[in-house]
């Protein structure tokens, strides 16, 4: 058997997220069901996350094994694969590793971006939260330096979070403005369930005043889900790099 990464992108709005769900379109299930077909034998694909519905990424691995060998030099299979993909999936490259790298298990770290639009842009509809309030950043970097200094966050888990442990480590979480868009972006050794999408909706009421920075570090200090969750609608969330190991990744 010959383990290979997958580069691969996806547009998250046609699916039922990352995971195989039966009698859904996933991104996992559809990689599994054109991989099995081309390759003439039975493909599990292991993702180096899980994304949920209506969640994009514009870099993702995902490993697989496999019978056949040459994969990594055939961009005839390359573009046979995605040809008969959901074209809301595209797969930049495939390359060979050891057999006891693992997707999701050897990464780092991880890093979401997710996207505010303040004007409507009827191409971006399905990738950015429209929103047309005058959000106040310096309100929104100083919610975003408390995430910064977190390491529990059972308070932004959604219920049913099957994670052993729900601590953290942060290594960045800032705001900045690009254009018109506002952008958060976080990385993290790993992240709980809806928990990006829970913190930008918290930080938002915080920038709108709901609730002051003493109020918002509260929300974690509790170890509970709050009474009222502000979640952030999915279309504008990314996954927008996964880091291994040095040497693991060719260039």
Known sequence: MTRYF??????????????FQ????????????????????????????????GVHA??????????????????????RLNK???????????FTVADNVHARYSARKRTYEYFISRNKNPFQKEQRW?????????????????????????SFSKSGNDSMTTLCTIYESTWRIQDDVL???ISANRFLRCMVRMLVGTMVEHSRGRFTAEQFEHIFLAKKQPDVVYIAPANGLFL???LYPEGLIPE
Request: with cysteine; net charge negative.
């Open 240 to 242: 927008t790099e996964v």
């Open 183 to 185: 952008i958060y972006r």
């Open 58 to 79: 514009s870099k993702y691995y995902a490993h697989i094994d496999t019978l056949t060998k040459g994969l990594q030099n055939d961009q005839q299979f390359l573009f």
């Open 6 to 19: 997958l580069q691969l992108s996806y547009n998250g709005s046609a699916f039922s997220g990352w995971q």
């Open 84 to 94: 008969t993909l959901h074209e809301g999936i595209a797969v930049q490259r495939i």
């Open 22 to 53: 039966p009698a859904q379109i996933t991104v996992q299930g559809e990689l599994e069901r054109a991989l099995s077909a081309l390759l003439h034998e039975k493909i599990t694909v292991i993702g180096c996350g899980r994304t949920d519905a």
């Open 130 to 154: 429209l929103l047309h309030d005058d959000l106040d950043i310096v309100k929104l970097n100083e919610a975003a330096a408390i995430v910064l200094q977190q390491s529990e966050f059972v």
